[in-house]
């Protein structure tokens, strides 16, 4: 995940927007408008619950503004993610030069949740819902972040995934509005040409207005491929851009892939290791 203010301002220069409502289609006459501008969203939201397991490639910049500071994060994040809550993740931070500085893993196998940092030789056990409360859980990227957090809700109120995958645009919109902290109600939505794709592009606030995002669609894929989150608390400015680069399912999973076995050098520490600048 590669994350800076250079690439959010280059977007911003060459982004051809269009505020104009994206056009009404007519294979589904009895939705709404703003239904028919959400169709993309709401499909490629579908799309991703669906799948039982997922395997994401991104990169990302991640910028920490602070009162008299900022820090900026470039890093590459392999993720797999399985239905309901384990993953597997290799976060690579990357400094402005391009060389790796700080590798890190985050596994889980769906009840308990190991941090290892590769460059310390330390790891940290921690339970799954303590995980994925935490601002840490963003780093393994926030597409697989919101898959594996939607699948903890849907656990939590009893309700398959499946049958989340398969419902009609109308509920699966009441149904984020009821257990999703996202306000789908009042988004913004617009066209936006980046890098030679148009995109449907979707600026939600948050339902307790604790953070920002902008999803990216395309339409030819039905995938989300470009997420812009900000959120701000206690003086500290996170903008978060994440570029998916693939997203696969995949048609094996090796069985060891959700367990950890630290290294012999490797040391336990009692507090969950928080990924920086976390």
């Given amino acids: 995940m590669t994350i800076s203010i250079g690439s959010i301002t280059h977007h911003s220069t060459i982004a051809q927007t269009s505020t104009e409502p994206l056009p009404a289609q007519p294979n589904n006459p009895n939705l709404s408008l703003p239904l028919l501008q959400a169709a993309p969203l709401l499909q490629a939201t579908s799309k991703l619950l669906a799948q039982p397991s997922y395997q994401l490639e991104s990169k990302g910049t991640l910028t920490s503004m602070f009162p008299d500071r900022s820090q900026v994060a470039d890093a590459q994040i392999l993720t797999t993610v399985a239905a309901p809550n384990k993953v597997n993740s290799e976060i690579t931070l990357i400094n402005p030069n391009d060389t790796v500085e700080r590798k890190y893993q985050i596994i889980s196998d769906g009840v308990q949740v190991w941090i290892y940092d590769v460059n310390q030789k330390q790891y940290s056990i921690s339970d799954y819902q303590q995980f994925i409360q935490s601002q840490s859980a963003i ?77 990216y669609v395309t339409s030819q894929s039905a995938d989300i491929e470009r997420v812009d989150l900000s959120k701000t608390k206690d003086g500290l400015t996170l903008k978060i851009t994440e570029e998916i680069i693939s997203q696969t399912a995949p048609e094996t999973i090796p069985k060891d892939l959700f367990s950890f076995d630290p290294p012999d050098n490797a040391e336990q520490i009692t507090k969950q290791i928080a990924l920086p600048p976390f």
Avoid: C, W
Wanted: proline share 3%; net charge positive; glycine share 2%.
């Fill in 139 to 215: 780093a393994v990227g926030t597409v697989a972040n919101f898959y594996l957090k939607t699948l903890d809700q849907v656990n939590n109120n009893k309700i398959a995934a499946r049958a989340i995958a398969i419902l009609p645009p109308d509920r699966l919109l009441r149904y984020f509005q009821r257990f999703i902290n996202l306000d789908l109600q009042n988004m913004a939505i617009r066209t936006e040409q980046l890098k030679a794709k148009t995109y449907s592009v979707y600026d939600i606030n948050a339902a307790d207005h604790s953070y920002e995002v902008t999803a």
